[in-house]
């Protein structure tokens, strides 16, 4: 039988009749149904990484951190206890999670060698150790002592350190002791956390 869109709109006022007659009420079920989304979820608080302002945002997994449960983010929204933003966010950091959740994202380091098109998967324990050895070489290469003045600087002017918005105050505290004492002197953060 061919149900036209009239007769579908019939039946469904027919249906809202009968919860009536029959005191159903259907609200609480459509409650539900909104709740259920991150009823179980677990809320890790973050920050939005795209620019320096920093807004807060809500992560929630899916599990309570059971050992049985893989953790899963089914939803990111504006944290609302969060001074900067106070649970606002602009149209990119709403689309958060969308990187998260990216097949495209990256999740472990790459390296492009020298005179290669392509990027190659490398573990961490080698990106670590290749990274030590290259800031050792620059380090050694461009080390400054003393200006054409003859003064004494002790400054490294081959290498440069940027962070992101994301890190911390403790991060960057860590970061500026650590480039100081290789005599690193431009250091940039865009972080306002
Ligand atoms: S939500 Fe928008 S304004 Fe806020 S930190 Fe992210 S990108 Fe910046």
Redesign the pocket.
């Known amino acids: 039988m061919d149900t036209t869109r009239r007769d579908f709109l019939k039946v469904a006022a027919a249906g809202g009749a009968a919860a009536t007659v029959f005191g159903f009420d259907l609200a609480p079920a459509y409650a539900q149904l909104r709740e259920l989304k991150i009823a179980r979820a677990t809320e890790t608080r973050s920050t939005?990484p795209?620019?320096s302002?920093?807004?807060g945002v809500i992560i929630y997994t899916l599990g309570d951190r059971a050992k049985n449960v893989t953790p899963q983010v089914i939803h990111v929204e504006g944290d609302p206890d969060h001074p900067i933003?106070r649970g606002t966010?602009?149209p990119?950091?709403a689309s958060l999670e969308q990187d998260i959740l990216n097949p495209r994202r990256l999740t472990k380091p790459q390296v492009r060698r020298p005179g290669k098109t392509e990027w190659e998967d490398i573990s961490w324990d080698n990106a670590i150790g290749e990274i030590a050895q290259r800031v050792k070489k620059t380090r050694d290469e461009t080390f400054v002592e003393k200006d054409a003045s003859g003064r004494t600087v002790n400054r490294c002017e081959g290498m440069a350190f940027t962070g992101g918005?994301t890190d911390t105050n403790e991060f960057n505290y860590l970061v500026v002791k650590a480039m100081r004492s290789l005599g690193v002197c431009y250091l940039e953060n865009q972080a306002r956390v």
């Open positions: 939005c795209y620019c302002v920093s807004c933003n966010l602009c990119k950091g918005c």
